[in-house]
C-alpha cells in the first residue's frame, strides 16, 4: 500500500501492525492474552503509576455485555472477535491522591504496547473510540476517578467475507503521513 513502508529501520511489528475488522471467532489461549497484557505492564508512565486498568470480556456472556457499549458501526464487526477488552485509566496519582494529567498518555502507551505484543504473536486488534462512555461506566460501576478510554477487539485474522461491503472496502492498512508532517511548526 501506498506510504506504508518505513523510510528508516524500524521494528516490523510497528510498519506492519494495522487495525483489521475481518475476526475470526476462533477462541485464543490464555498465554496470548495474558501475554498482550504483560506487554501493556511494561509500557512507562509518570512516577511508574501505571493507571491502566482493564476489563476483560472473554466469555460469550461477558462479550454481549462489552458489544452493547458499541456503536452499531462497530458492533457489525466486533462481534466476531473472541476477546473484548475496555481500557480504563486511573485518574489521580496513589501516590499522592493529586490529578494525574499524564494519565490518559500513559493508558495510550500501554494500548500501543498492548497492540504490537498482539501482532507479534500474530493476532491482530482493533481499538474503539466508538462506544458510550456512560453506558461503559453504568454497566461496570466505573466512579468519576475512572475514565473509560476505548475498547480493544483482540483475536485472530478471519474472513474478510464475513464484512459487509462498505467494511470490505476499507479492510486494508491505512496510509501514514510523512514524518516532516508531524513535526509541529509554530504559529501555522
Request: net charge negative; charged share 30%.
Amino acid at each position: 500500500m501506498e506510504n506504508r513502508s518505513a523510510h528508516y529501520a524500524i521494528l516490523d511489528e510497528i510498519e506492519n501492525r494495522w487495525s483489521p475488522r475481518a475476526f475470526s471467532k476462533e477462541e485464543l489461549s490464555i498465554e496470548d492474552i495474558f501475554g498482550v497484557l504483560e506487554a501493556a505492564r511494561f509500557a512507562p508512565s509518570c512516577f511508574n503509576e501505571q493507571p491502566w486498568r482493564f476489563i476483560l470480556a472473554i466469555s460469550e456472556e461477558d462479550r454481549e455485555k462489552m458489544l452493547l457499549l458499541l456503536t452499531e458501526q462497530n458492533k457489525i464487526w466486533a462481534v466476531n472477535a473472541p476477546v473484548l477488552i475496555l481500557i480504563i485509566s486511573k485518574n489521580k496519582f496513589d501516590s499522592s491522591d493529586k490529578e494525574n494529567r499524564w494519565s490518559s498518555f500513559d493508558s495510550g502507551t500501554a494500548w500501543g504496547y498492548l497492540s504490537l505484543e498482539a501482532q507479534r504473536r500474530g493476532l491482530i486488534s482493533h481499538a474503539m473510540g466508538g462506544f458510550s462512555v456512560d453506558r461503559a461506566r453504568t454497566s461496570y460501576k466505573i466512579g468519576d476517578d475512572y475514565t473509560p478510554m476505548a475498547v480493544v477487539a483482540l483475536g485472530k485474522y478471519g474472513d474478510v467475507e464475513s464484512l459487509n461491503d462498505d467494511l470490505k472496502k476499507r479492510e486494508h492498512p491505512s496510509t501514514r503521513k510523512e514524518t516532516a508532517e508531524l513535526l509541529f511548526k509554530s504559529g501555522r
